[in-house]
């Protein structure tokens, strides 16, 4: 079987069981929206010292659909395993980083030392460990270091987040469409 590769063009009328299946997601996205906001203005979202962090719980429903060739089940697998690889070592990277500046490196030079080994790691072993170096965790890994003063301090909170992201939001996505389209092949069969 031949992949086809995804043409991009201006305009698309997708089927109607596609924006049905789009309406679920969003809706599924809105209402955990709706009761994050909720729970972060009562200040309901910590948890012996640890909390909920907005990015890191959200982005991980982003990625997951961003993933198209991927089964359900490895999306989500690819999405923890991989966002949590790319937490560690933005965590690796920020704490690295004040050690080497600690023995005397500058800034620049800790920093460069460091950024091409944790981009070789998940760009060189993706091929040879998929779930572990992927996209997923590049892109937690650079989100993480735009806030890399918190990274190692966050840590345990943004592995805690993106933890309940994949079983909330990407768990709940996957068990709802695939509901969804079981009830749309039974409904095309009857």
């Known amino acids: 079987m031949e992949n086809k590769p ?34 972060h203005a009562n200040e309901l979202l910590e948890f012996g010292g640890l909390e909920i962090v907005n990015w890191s719980f959200f982005l991980s429903v982003t990625v997951f659909f961003m993933q198209e060739e991927l089964t359900y089940r490895d999306r989500f697998l690819t999405t923890l395993i991989g966002g949590a690889v790319g937490l560690l070592v933005g965590a690796g990277v920020a704490k690295g980083t004040a050690l080497l500046m600690g023995a005397g490196l500058s800034h620049v030079v800790a920093v460069s030392v460091l950024l091409a080994v944790a981009i070789a790691l ?12 992927n996209n997923v965790g590049f892109c937690y890994f650079i989100v993480s270091l735009i806030q890399s003063k918190e990274a190692v301090a966050k840590l345990p909170s943004n ?11 990407v768990l709940g996505c996957s068990v709802l469409l695939t509901a969804y389209k079981k009830h749309a092949a039974k409904k095309r069969g009857a």
């Open 6 to 39: 995804h043409t991009l063009s201006f305009f698309n009328k997708p089927k109607k069981a596609k924006l049905l299946g789009l309406a679920i997601v969003f809706l599924w996205i809105l209402l955990w929206n709706v009761i994050y906001q909720i729970l």
């Open 122 to 133: 998940l760009i060189l072993l993706q091929p040879v460990l998929p779930y572990l170096f």
């Open 159 to 169: 592995l805690l987040s993106l933890a309940l992201g994949c079983l909330i939001l």
